[in-house]
């Protein structure tokens, strides 16, 4: 096993590559892998509760992760050391937990739906864990042995998830049973990476800890308001809808997933290159990577909404046992908001490399505010087509905002010169 995780020693971009897709689609997929199991053992009611409470754990995620994953990847000056890293993760991760128990508090759900919601909580803490070394491993050259770690860690608790659900048929047993193996594997896997690598923690220091955590504030801020555009329609049909049509509108969202997924395939191994050309000031060629995936972003996008218009609710009702096919008009309403999410998660990542997180705030406050106020009032109104049209709106006017700026501050910083 340790072998298989550092070779080849020196890394290669196409290990790279691979083992980032792999990663990634397992990983973007893992919701669906569980939402489906639960679904066909234990019915679309328990089904529309995890899904609710996967979603809001990946929220809190984003607490945990605090956003530091391209900016710890891009920092190739070395302004923070791992220590530093490592300290401020223990702090957000006891953030998220404790967070994820005043949010079930608030929203008074009874007990069984809010253990669902902490223990998927705890499992992310693991994935808030993994994505720290994960950015050092590809700040490191080695974005091949973070993918193998990850791809092997979710890989490990999501058998574990399906056995322990078919054993006991409890949706708790089967995630305590993934929160262990995933610690666990997690462990493992980084222990046999210590040869190799020092993951030196003499660089703790509080003072280092806070300046990073004021500094990548505002990336924190922003990846938790990102996901919570997703979920805001979500939460108001947990207000105003069945736990089924939770479910259902699940269902239909999983294809979104697919775009996000083939769009982090084009974006992680161009990471750090597209660092190093804005800060080598090779304009002409940071532009050229910029568009290049843009346009990716749209021919994914676009290969998927024609598939989706003609496959999609048959294939999903045949995959979920449920008949979606009345919903196909939501489904493209959807697939064209996860095109506009995955063009505004780029040039999320262009702001953030051209160092302008705080600018991102604006995108993210006014897109939440819209999400908030509209998407009570469209899923009551309109049902699933309401909740359908407030994600999609909402990431049109995050990414046109997003754009306007990278087009501002690039016209400001370098056409002034």
Sequence with gaps: MKNFLLYPKSGTEKAAVFWNLMASGLNSVVSIILLLFVTRIAGTEDAGIFSLGFSTAQMMLCIG????RNFQSTDIKDKYQFGTYLGSRILTSTAMIVITILFVAAKGYYMEKALIVVFLCLLKVTDAVDDLYGGFFQRNGRLDISGK???????????AFLVTLLVSRSVMAAILASILVSALVLILLLFLTKSAFSFSVRSFSLASIGRLLVECFPLC????LLIYLGNAPKYAIDSYLSSTMQAYYTYLFMPCFVINLLVGFVLQPVLVKLTV???NQKNQAFLKYCFLMHLAALGISLVILLGGAFLGCPVLSIVFGVN???YSAVLDVLLIGGGFFALAVIDQVILTIMRHQYAMLWGFGLASLFATVLSPVLVKSMGLMGAALA???????????????????????RCSR
């Design 324 to 326: 979606l096919n009345s």
């Design 277 to 279: 050309l804005w800060e």
């Design 221 to 224: 801020l922003g990846a938790f």
């Design 65 to 68: 992760n605090y956003g530091m």
């Design 391 to 413: 994600y999609t709106c909402s990431d049109a006017i995050l990414f046109l905002i997003f754009l306007l700026f990278i087009v501002f501050y690039y016209r400001k910083e």
């Design 149 to 159: 770690i990850l791809f092997l860690r979710v890989f490990a608790y999501c058998t």
